[in-house]
């Protein structure tokens, strides 16, 4: 670390808004703002808007240059290459060289990874995952993302791609179609936009009353499904305990490759509280190995909302290096978690 410039900036780029922060070395987030992820179909219109909101914050904090690197969190972000490569949820064509557009925007090095990598790194140097060397991380936002840590160590596999768990098959028979291209991924029936898919399911094959008919169905979102449930409407909770339970079943799949001491929740949909958690616990107990039963914890994330991703995306800043015209960076220089 260079103490000159003791300070980074964390991208967190989501498949609907795109969070950034400036972070000091002590992982405290000085100032930090968003941007919408699909409001340019270009690419550099993005990175534009992207430099222009993010030197503001940095003009506004008194760090212009006191930036020692950029760590950035974005879907199917390759460590090794610097590559965002088959985004399925981003406005623009993909692969694309993300990490060296920024660079070169930036003028600074650029360190980028996977977004629920980045969000694993953040949970495990500052929140919940604070102290356990075996646990996976969960996102439940637009889509469902994964972050594997075992022994301390942060699973990149031979490829930069381990642990896209959002992308198991869970439904082999009629499962819904994923922006992946495949049919009964997780994310389908997990994410937010999941919840919403199976709200419009349900609506349309019962009959009940429900507030959530008052809503245009093209219109529904998982936040509506949360408030009627927390209001008591039938159809609302049961789309949770549907939810829930998937998602039960497969984190019990997801223990016997690991075994790890928890998982843990992060993302819009993981602040519905025991209504998702109860299934989700019930579920994975119920089809756990017995090897397994009653050793795994389910926790939601300690860190507010976005600052486990920006926190952990910062975290690779400190680890950003020039980027080679071939973009390629050797494995064995995979990030070590940051020290809080």
């Avoid at 994410?191 to 199976?198: E, L, P």
């Avoid at 910062?314 to 071939?326: F, I, N, Y």
Wanted: proline share 4%; net charge negative.
């Amino acid at each position: 670390m260079v103490n000159s410039k003791p300070y980074v900036i964390g991208i967190d780029m989501g498949g609907t808004n795109t969070v950034f922060g400036i972070v000091d070395a002590r992982g405290i987030v000085l100032a930090s703002d968003s941007i919408k992820t699909r409001k340019h179909s270009n690419i550099n219109d993005y990175i534009d808007e992207l430099y222009q909101e993010t030197m503001r914050l940095v003009k506004a904090t008194d760090t212009e240059g006191k930036i020692y690197g950029i760590g950035v969190g974005a879907p199917n972000a390759n460590y090794f290459t610097g590559m965002i490569e088959d985004g399925v949820n981003l406005p623009w064509p993909t692969p694309v060289p993300f990490a060296q557009l920024l660079s070169d925007k930036f003028g600074i090095p650029v360190a980028i990874t996977n977004d629920a990598n980045a969000a694993a790194i953040g949970e495990m140097t500052y929140g919940a995952a604070r102290g356990l060397k075996d646990f996976i991380m969960i996102t439940l936002g637009t889509g469902v993302g994964s972050g594997i840590v075992i022994n301390g160590q942060l699973v990149y596999g031979h490829d930069g791609f381990a642990g896209e768990l959002g992308h198991v098959i869970v439904k082999r028979n009629n499962g819904r179609l994923c922006g992946c291209g495949r049919a009964g991924c997780l994310e389908t029936y997990c994410s937010a936009t999941g919840v919403a898919r199976t709200a419009r399911e349900f609506l349309e094959i019962r009959n009940e009353p429900s507030t959530l008919r008052d809503i245009p169905v093209d219109a529904i979102t998982s936040k509506d499904v949360y408030d009627a449930a927390i209001n008591g409407d039938k159809i609302a909770k049961d789309i949770f305990e549907y939810t829930g339970e998937i998602l039960g079943e497969a984190l019990a799949d997801f223990t016997a490759f690991s075994s790890p001491e928890a998982f843990v929740l992060f993302g819009g949909l993981a602040k519905s509280g025991e209504l998702l958690l109860r299934p989700i616990r019930n579920a994975m107990e119920k089809n756990m190995l017995s090897i397994y039963k009653g050793k795994v914890s389910v926790l939601l994330s300690e860190l507010k909302e976005a600052d486990a991703a920006v926190l952990g995306a910062s975290a690779l800043g400190w680890e950003a290096k020039p980027l080679t015209t071939s973009l390629a960076v050797p494995a064995t220089a995979a990030p070590a978690a940051p020290q809080a």
